[in-house]
């Protein structure tokens, strides 16, 4: 059997960077920058006002109270300033430009708020309540590196440098077959021997949750020719596909009888459990990298754990490798196979404990819908009493 380690390394030396491409920004979402990006301006801009009050000379206000007569009005985006001469006073609001002659903000809480003369009750030092010109930012400096996944805070990074497309890796497309003559559209009547497809959408969603276009595409039966031609129609849109089912020992497995032939998709028995059964490879003239998981649900989402999810975070350009694990204290005994890594359904605690969850069978999905975590026993452990150290890893 092979290990889980060489199948993520074999995977992970196959899978490449997706190319960059310019997006709009409102495309840019979850994408990783593929650019420097820096600022053709300072930020701000200019020297403008923190607050809503009166622009003034700092030793016009040293003895308190006094009355200064208001000369002008700037609101945010005025451009046309009457300088603030000796004894002056000008209305100001936040964001607009300071004008010439004034080196202090009296905020108007400090003042009666006046509009023709303004009587100020505290004094302010220079520069209280301005905002520097270039403070943020200075011209031309590097606002993010390439490799940065553009969140929202980065977007607007990204808009505020007057940017209105960015290279990027995009999200990487991946689209979700489910194979099986036995699955059922949720939402339709269940016939006999019938069940509904869940890990279509399992998947379509942890795709999303990992940084990916998720499309889901439905399911096939077990015919591999209908298989294929249903795959050969989506390969054009996706940057990887992930099928599920179809992959283990019996007789119907049509993504294994289907693919085996091309050469270029590999199935093994990867020394975990549960998943055992997994295909790796790449189809089509454009090499799209498919996995083909094993079709129990909690088989298909840990092996989207372990092994699509890194290939993900390569193809978006990001640092990719094993899921993180913590440790923690198991609180009852726990069983594992021999020569098998398991990756166990537990209930992690804030007290660094983990429970397993009743129903540790690869079939039990609502097990795994309870649980918010995997409990790692290594290959060659069989038995943990309670209270022994395990490295979880976080769903
Ligand atoms: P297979 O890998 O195709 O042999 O399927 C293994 C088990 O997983 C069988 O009990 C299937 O009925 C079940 N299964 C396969 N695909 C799905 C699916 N998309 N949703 C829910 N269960 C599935
Ligand atoms: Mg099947």
Known sequence: MKSVDAHLAE?????????????????????????EVSSPVPLPPFDNSAMDGYAVRAADISDVPVTLPVIDDVAAGSDELRAVGPGHAVRIMTGAPLPAGADTVVPVEWTDGGTVSVTINRSAGEGNAIRRAGEDVKLGQTVLEPGTVIRPAQLGIIAGVGRRRVWVRPRP??????????LVEPGLPLGPGQIWDSNSFTLTAAVREAGGEGFRAGTVGDDPAVFLEQLDSHLVRADAIITSGGVSMGAYEPVKEALTPLGTVRFDKVAMQPGMPQGFGVVGEDQVPIFALPGNPVSSFVSFMLFVRPALDKMRGLPAGPPATETAHVTT??????GRRSYL??????DGTVAPVRGQGSHQLAALASANALVTVPEDVTELPAGSAVEVIRL
């Open 333 to 338: 005994p726990v069983r594992s196979p021999a």
């Open 173 to 182: 497309r991946i689209l979700v077959l489910s194979t099986g003559a036995e």
């Open 11 to 35: 995977i992970l030396a196959t899978v490449r960077p997706l190319a960059p491409l310019e997006l709009e920004l409102e495309q840019a979402l979850g994408t990783t920058l593929a650019e």
């Open 345 to 350: 359904r537990g209930m992690l605690a804030a």
